[in-house]
């Protein structure tokens, strides 16, 4: 499992670099060997699940002005009992930034600097507060390890680059011939997206306390056959995921690359004809661009996160402010699971008593206990 030392988190440029490839062995079941999620400690051996939630009117305002006693838990359709509630306003906050620099982002960097900078300026208390910044093209590169220095972001922020077709390495296929089944065009690393949320969780916020969020900024492709891998390595860090759809509409609708995904060594998985999208189905182009959709969905959703898209009316700058909002806004919930011990997926649902409310939250989280002997 690829990891990152304390002497190599220098915020040099490439510390990431290749770590991609290292993923693509990895079996699906690694991301479940996370340690226990950072949580207020009630006993030795007892696990405390946290769960994070914002509250929305019938109107979508943020609902602020909840109590314990408002809301309802269930694990596995087990009604629990909440021992812990706090509103999350002022607890450490660790914001991770993912941002695509494929050849359909090129147009939208310089607007993808300015909002994020912008954002985390307001965001990011002294001393308290941190974020790190990815980019992720056919390789994973931290551009900025944990910090809470606004000179040090920025900086990082400018080294931002788009990352065209030329300069891109292969990505390593399952040996088939160029473009047929079971392998990858030369180019781009099918699986960016999904090794970035991985990686960024696994080596980065897992060990964090506090209210760790990652941003993904692209058109939500390259998730590859490792997205549940991903998602999990989220959930067992305690990370929401908030997707902002980000993309060149011309380069789309000018038939930009296409790349499809073929099977990993080591992670199953089935190839795809050659000349489909990402779900195996038509041209490419309008189904990629509808599976990044998806893909960016997914994330947010599993995780408790949002969902958003750039457009002529939601603007970037726009978006960040609602997230801001949300993210200052949130509800904390812990509680000791009731019911037959043991490991594997648990499913939580969360509820308020009032009437009209919606309630957005994680799905579900990765049980670590054991049967007492």
């Known amino acids: 499992m690829p990891s990152i030392s304390k002497s190599m988190r220098t915020g040099r440029r490439d510390l990431l670099c290749g770590l991609a490839q290292a993923v ?35 109107r979508g305002a943020i609902v602020k002005d909840l109590t314990r006693e408002d809301f309802l838990l269930r694990e596995d359709g087990r009604e629990q009992t909440i021992r812990y509630f706090a509103r999350e306003t002022d607890l450490p906050l660790t914001i991770g930034l993912l941002v695509d620099t494929t050849p359909s982002e090129s147009n939208m960097l310089s607007e993808e600097r300015k909002a994020s900078m912008a954002f985390l300026e307001r965001m990011l208390r002294p001393e308290k507060d ?27 922020m400018n080294r931002l680059e788009a990352h065209g077709m030329a300069g891109m390495r292969g990505s390593r296929g399952g040996g088939g011939p160029t473009g047929g089944p079971g392998s990858a065009r030369p180019g ?22 506090g209210r760790k969020t990652l941003l993904v900024l692209g058109d939500g492709g390259h998730l590859g056959d490792r997205g549940e891998q991903a998602i999990a390595a989220a959930l067992e860090a305690d990370a929401l995921i908030y997707s902002i759809r980000i993309y060149d509409k011309n380069f789309a609708a000018g038939g930009g690359p296409r790349i499809p995904t073929g099977r990993i060594p080591g992670m199953g998985g089935p190839g795809r004809r050659p000349g489909t999208g990402p779900s195996g189905r038509g041209a490419p182009g309008v189904n990629d661009h509808a599976q990044g959709k998806e893909n960016l969905q997914k994330l947010s959703s599993r995780t408790g996160g949002g969902y958003f898209e750039v457009g002529k009316k939601e603007t970037l700058d726009r978006i960040y402010a609602q997230i801001e909002e949300e993210l200052r806004s949130q509800y904390s ?37 054991r049967e007492a002997r």
């Open 130 to 156: 941190k974020a790190f910044l990815i980019q992720y093209h056919s390789e994973i590169e931290l551009l900025q390890d944990l910090t809470s220095s606004r000179a040090k972001l920025e900086a990082a």
């Open 24 to 58: 693509a062995g990895l079996c699906p079941a690694a991301a479940q060997e996370a340690s226990p999620p950072q949580v207020p400690n009630y006993s030795v051996g007892v696990e405390v699940v946290q769960v994070l939630a914002s509250v929305r009117d019938p």
């Open 333 to 369: 919930l812990g509680y000791t699971p009731e019911g037959p011990a043991g490991e594997g997926y648990r499913r939580i649902q969360v509820a308020v008593r009032r009437s009209g409310l919606s309630v957005k939250s994680r799905e579900g989280y990765y049980s670590r206990r």
């Open 188 to 209: 781009m690393n099918p699986t960016a997206l999904s090794d970035a949320v991985y990686l960024a969780s696994e080596e980065v916020l897992k060990t964090q306390s």
